[in-house]
């Protein structure tokens, strides 16, 4: 375990390693832009307006949704890798993901008759990711009990039954594919002020009710007597954290669809970091969600690929998720053998 003073300066390290990569993110695109005229721009002293037009309107909302979504994921796995007692638990356990996505298939597929989708389906995805978490909670209670192994499998089957309705869908409406694909992956391209404005009031509840949740966080780490002893509730504490988890990673699938890895990397690059108190654990897993989010999306932002539409002349960027999955996976298998010994 670290000593405070090397735990300072690591979060310190990351917090500056987040603002570069934030300043980057303004830069890159087709027309780049210097890190000075970034600034410049940023604090409404740039004397060129394209520099404003393309700072503030354009690639801003973008980059803050970054940090946003990073810090939401990296959160929301640490809050659950506490409730399941398991490393390997992420965000997309929850039915947060296949719930939004599911809702968005439904809806993209005109199943309910509504209008077209236009910025209508950031928010039929929030309220199918929502469902989706309060699916998995509900059906792994047991007379008012949740146990960490039992909500582990619940959200397993959970997440299979979901996964299936999206594809008999998908199947039957194949005109939602298209729109469909970069929620399935999870992309931050296009992404407008609207899509901050929607994911902000949850990362506003969401982040300091999660880092104020470290010391309950602490107990359940132990074992159940232990924490009893020490006067803790655990089924109230252990349904509190899992809906806080499922708020932050239901926020961050609105707007950005199902990024992957995120909520399992930055808890685990966390914990190696600081040990297992959660009162490091926690403020830094959100921190370094932002850094591993905002670092794929800078290599999204660098590739580009042609979509498979034969009149499209344009290329666009790689889903950050994609990126992301390349990264993940191995880190994936890394954790599964040291689990396994």
Known sequence: MTSAR??????LLAAIAAVVLFILHLGLGTVWIPPDRVILALLDRSTDPTDLTIVRELRLPRAILGLLVGCMLGLS?????VVMRNRLAEPGLTGVSTGGILAAVLFLAGTWGLPPPGRLL??????GALAGGILVLFASSARGR???????????IVNAILGSLTAIVMLRSQQALGSILSWLIGSLNGRVWDDVWLALPWAAVGIPAGLLAARAANVLQLDDES????????QPARVALFGLAV??????????????FVGLMAPNAARAI??????????????????LLLAADLVAQSLSIKPPIPSSAYRVGLPVGAVLAVFGAP???ILLRRSIR
């Not at 949740?146 to 397993?156: G, K, N, S, Y």
């Not at 924490?227 to 655990?234: I, S, T």
């Not at 708020?247 to 992957?260: D, E, H, K, M, P």
């Not at 926690?282 to 850094?291: E, N, Q, R, Y």
């Open 6 to 11: 090397s735990f300072a300066a690591l979060t």
């Open 274 to 291: 600081a040990g297992a108190d959660a009162r490091r654990v926690l403020p830094l897993a959100a921190l370094i969600g932002c850094v």
């Open 331 to 333: 880190l994936l298998i």
């Open 227 to 234: 924490g009893r002893a020490l006067g803790l509730p655990l």
């Open 146 to 156: 949740i146990d960490p192994l039992r909500l582990i499998l619940t959200a397993v």
């Open 247 to 260: 708020v932050l990673a239901a926020g961050a699938v609105s707007v950005s669809g199902a990024i992957a």
């Open 122 to 127: 950031p928010f039929v995805v929030l309220l």
């Open 77 to 81: 796995g640490a809050l659950l890798q």
